[in-house]
């Protein structure tokens, strides 16, 4: 079973609409992070929240974490074809050492 | 995630062969970790090393899988006598290893074994 769980699993859409990404758990995350990765290469990191509520934002990227810390979400504004990969959320529990990665979204931006 | 180097990017080797993965993390970091992702699926977590040390190596196989990170020089993922379902990309990423710091991913290796 997979601790983190996002959606969509795939999207598609035009240049410049809008767009949602959830990443959801049952259980408490001392910290989310959001990467992006694209065929042939590694993930980079985007973001990490460590606070419940809290929001951060990165040009037309904003990230928000749970008030519970179980969630989060990624919306991207007038997405762009350069915004199209793989996008993963990962969290950390306040025990143990990994890393627990989401099931991932592709996006898909057609120009 | 420049900064954390593998190699090599890609690897075959034929069933029954060794497959040695290097990672260097970046600098200053002294936390290695290694994924391991599947097509069509997620990273999955393999192990976590210190250096000299295993931290927690709960998601490696108990057989043929092996990792070190060695006072001096990359950490090392050992895939002794490989098979088909062996194939995969493999991750490392490296922390400074405090409570909390973020994970910084290498470009892979993607092993094929023929």
């Known amino acids: 079973t997979q601790l983190l769980e996002q959606s969509p699993q795939f999207l598609s859409i035009q240049e410049g609409e809008n767009l949602t990404v959830y990443c959801n758990s049952s259980?408490?995350?001392?910290?989310l992070q959001w990467y992006r990765q694209e065929p042939g290469e590694g993930p980079v990191l985007l973001v990490t929240?460590?606070?419940?509520?809290e929001v951060k934002k990165l040009k037309r990227l904003t990230f928000q974490f749970g008030d519970a810390r179980k969630d989060s979400s990624l919306h991207i504004t007038a997405a762009q074809p350069g915004d199209t990969g793989l996008y993963l959320c990962?969290?950390?529990?306040?025990?143990?050492?990994?890393?627990?990665f989401g099931t991932g979204t592709s996006l898909t931006v057609i120009p | 995630n420049a900064g954390v180097m593998q190699n090599p990017r890609h690897l075959v080797r034929r069933r029954g062969q060794e497959a040695r993965l290097r990672c260097s993390p970046m600098?200053?970091?002294?936390?290695v970790y290694w994924y391991r992702q599947l097509p069509e699926e997620g990273l999955k977590f393999m192990v976590y090393?210190?250096?000299?040390?295993?931290?927690?190596e709960s998601g490696m196989p108990k057989e043929r899988f092996s990792a070190e990170f060695p006072k001096e020089g990359p950490s090392i993922l050992r895939i002794q006598q490989v098979v088909r379902g062996d194939s995969a990309a493999y991750f490392c990423?490296?922390?400074?290893?405090?409570?909390?710091?973020?994970?910084?991913f290498g470009q892979g290796t993607r092993l094929t074994v023929v």
């Open positions: 990423a490296s922390s400074p290893g405090s409570r909390g710091a973020e994970a910084f």
């Open positions: 259980s408490v995350f001392s910290s």
């Open positions: 929240v460590v606070t419940g509520g």
């Open positions: 990962a969290g950390r529990k306040d025990t143990g050492n990994q890393f627990y």
């Open positions: 600098k200053g970091h002294s936390h």
């Open positions: 090393l210190q250096k000299e040390n295993i931290i927690d």
